[in-house]
């Protein structure tokens, strides 16, 4: 089984290039890598400087990546489901169906959970191919909330399927009443079998050899209390922590502004070490320019183990 490893943070502050980064350290250690990004804006293609996509494509030796896009993932999946009912039941079945459907789309956490099962998917299709799956995800909030998905949804399925049964229970009434045979209901098995992957799901979650989750945050007071927020939250849900990365550490200046803010960074670094109970918190310096393809592998010399 693949070591599963999510990178979280607050938004910008080095998720995209530092889980590129140590992907690639990793990769160069001789470990097969595999780099999943769930970011609709494509940033892992920007930082490589080239087209990844939604499939699977090389990036180095040992280092494959490919992209998800949520939005487009709930999109296809709801299509697909619609493409395949259109098959096995009748129209006026159908359009009461596709209305459910179509009210499952805005419904709360659809598009979370469209894109959970596609990280499912992928996870139980390539682990047996990697030693490590990275997920570059969107900021944190967002995240947490993913990993508390299979409980909400849980939830949330029950009610459709409750709800579901009640319009069926009442359609083989009318149908007795016209002395016709109720047709099987696909709704119901595709209600189901979600529910067993979102159970698969969470089995894998809770491993604690196999998931575990890396903060990126800068030494500043916010990502400090946010990320403090987000492990405690983790925690509910027992998700290890297993490193910080504190990315875009100071120089040493000679400078009176730059001088203070090292100062400030200090006291900042010596609250995270006390902190976080993790094994590993990974310090990275601020480059000169903004990341780009070139510089991956200065970065990734950070991570080593
Ligand atoms: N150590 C660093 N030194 C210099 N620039 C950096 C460093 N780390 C990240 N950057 C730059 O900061 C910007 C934000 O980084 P990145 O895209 O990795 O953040 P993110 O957390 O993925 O952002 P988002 O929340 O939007 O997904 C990028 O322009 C990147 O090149
Ligand atoms: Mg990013």
Redesign the pocket.
Known sequence: MSKILFFG??????????SSAFAVKRASEGHKVLLVST?P?H?TSDLFERKIGPKIVPLRDNLDALEIDPQKEADDYIKMIKGNMSQIVSPIILDEMNQQLDAARVSPGSHESALFDKMIEIINKTSADYDYIIF?T??TGHTVRLLSLPEMLGAWMDTLLRKRRKTMALKRMVDRAKGKESEQDPIIKILMRRKENLEKARHIMMDEKSLSFVF?MNAERLPIEETKKAVKLLKKYQIPVQSLVV??ILPESKDEFWKNKKLSETKYLEEINESFDVSHIYK????Q???KASSIDQ?ADYFRK
Not at 9 to 18: A, E, Y
Not at 284 to 287: C, G, L, N, T
């Open positions: 943070g607050k938004g910008g502050v080095g998720k995209t290039s530092c970011d804006a940033s570059d969107a900021p990126v990315n875009r990275i310096p601020m480059f320019s903004d990341m970065m």
